[in-house]
């Protein structure tokens, strides 16, 4: 996959047995250094070393691990999601995982990851954006009514409850966005930081402000009212909401903003 020469700086995490990389920003580190990587490849990585609050965040490795159903409502959608944890989870307050799924994809599939993380002590939440795939069982299943704004809006709205959860310690609330979701926490982070510990990217789907362009142009750039009510991208069919949402976003703009909310790192 082509990225951006803007990405961002880079965290690696291995998790154990699935060796995905995930890409962090360590936005807590007082050490000087504001590195930013000018381009990636799936097998390149760099470590922020950590800072004194990850080492407070009192993790405790455990095998016995729950699952149950955790919905998030507003408006006329309910998102499905599931929180993953420690037992008794509702005792503590923990360090939280958030997922953040790909285009046409669920939460579903990053299931032994969660339960990696969860093993390690941290209470992981994975949820399905509405009309996020054609498996959604969040609704929307048709995908049409989704862009990547409407799933910042999903996005939003599960950090805003399950920061009001008392067994989540809202001071260590991390990202993992994944392709599109990638692009997704992207622009959360940048418009939140304060909100966000960590932010991880796995191969974070910014090529789509391109594609989006290109097909823009391919249309004949015509005014909006006049596209196509759906177009196809990747084998689904999308709603013209998707491509105006899209075009609407500068995304080099979102990373600078990134870049300076999460530069105090060191690199190893």
């Known amino acids: 996959m082509k990225f951006s020469k803007y990405i ?15 890409i962090w920003k360590n936005r807590e580190n007082t050490s000087s250094s504001s590195q930013v990587e000018e ?9 922020v070393k950590r800072s ?8 405790v490795p455990t095998e016995d691990i729950v699952t149950e159903e955790y919905t998030v409502a507003y408006e006329d959608k309910k998102l499905y999601g599931q929180i993953t944890a420690p037992r008794d989870y509702k005792n503590e307050k923990l360090p939280v995982v958030l997922i953040s799924h790909g285009f ?39 995908m049409l009514g989704m862009s990547v704004k409407t799933e910042l809006i999903d996005l939003t709205n599960v950090v805003d409850k399950l920061t009001s ?12 966005g994944v392709s599109q979701g990638g692009v997704v926490a992207s622009l959360y982070a940048a418009t939140n930081p304060e909100q966000i510990y960590k932010l991880g990217l796995i191969f974070p789907a ?35 909401i998707y491509l105006t949402d899209a075009l609407d976003i500068d995304i080099e703009d979102v990373q600078r903003k990134i870049i300076g909310s999460y530069s105090n790192c060191t690199w190893n």
């Not at 961002?8 to 995930?22: C, K, Q, R, Y």
């Not at 381009?39 to 470590?47: D, G, L, Y």
């Not at 959860?165 to 993992?176: A, F, Q, T």
């Not at 097909?215 to 006049?226: H, V």
């Open 206 to 240: 910014y090529v789509l402000f391109d594609d989006v362009k290109e097909t823009y142009q391919n249309l004949g750039s015509p005014s909006f009212d006049q596209l196509p009510d759906s177009l196809t991208r990747h084998n689904a069919s999308l709603g013209k």
């Open 8 to 22: 961002i700086s880079i965290l690696t995490i291995i998790l154990i047995l699935g060796g995905a990389i995930f």
């Open 52 to 59: 004194p609050k990850i080492q407070e965040s009192h993790l």
């Open 39 to 47: 381009s990636i490849s799936s097998a390149s990585s760099q470590e």
């Open 165 to 176: 959860e008392s067994y989540v310690d809202k001071d260590h609330l991390s990202i993992i």
């Open 104 to 142: 046409n994809n669920t939460f579903d599939m990053y299931k032994d990851y969660i339960q990696l993380l969860v093993k390690q002590g941290f209470l992981v939440y994975g949820f399905d954006y509405y009309g996020g795939s054609r498996n959604s069982k969040s609704g929307g299943q048709d």
